[in-house]
């Protein structure tokens, strides 16, 4: 399974972001999809998780501010990031779980400066 994530930038505090992340090279169905952010010298963090039925979670730090959702039938799943903090930046990954198996992207950069 391959990954493709898009959408990350620098961006002023307040403003929104949105990232999407294409799942390829897989004909059984995705199973959970998420998103999760790392920042150097930090373990790699939850974000927003959600599932095939559509049941999501969040961390607290995301809730209310992040909104993270899933077209089943392009195997993408998206994150819109609004009223954006400093204390957001940092690398974000998608994973997905396929059957037993979890899959990484390659990671997208978002900035969000004060």
């Known amino acids: 399974v391959q990954l493709q994530a898009s959408g990350g930038g620098l961006v002023q505090a307040g403003g929104s972001l949105r990232l999407s992340c294409a799942a390829s090279?897989?004909?059984?169905?995705?199973?959970?999809m998420g998103w999760y952010r790392q920042i150097p010298g930090k373990q790699r963090e939850l974000v927003a998780t959600i599932a095939r039925s559509g049941a999501t979670s969040y961390a607290d730090s995301a809730r209310g501010r992040f909104t993270i959702s899933r077209d089943n039938a392009r195997n993408t799943v998206y994150m819109q990031m609004n009223s954006l903090k400093p204390e957001d930046t940092g690398v974000y990954y998608c994973?997905?779980?396929?059957?037993?198996?979890?899959?990484w992207g390659q990671g997208t950069l978002v900035t969000v400066s004060s």
């Open positions: 090279g897989t004909n059984f169905n995705i199973d959970d």
């Open positions: 994973n997905v779980r396929v059957v037993v198996r979890s899959y």
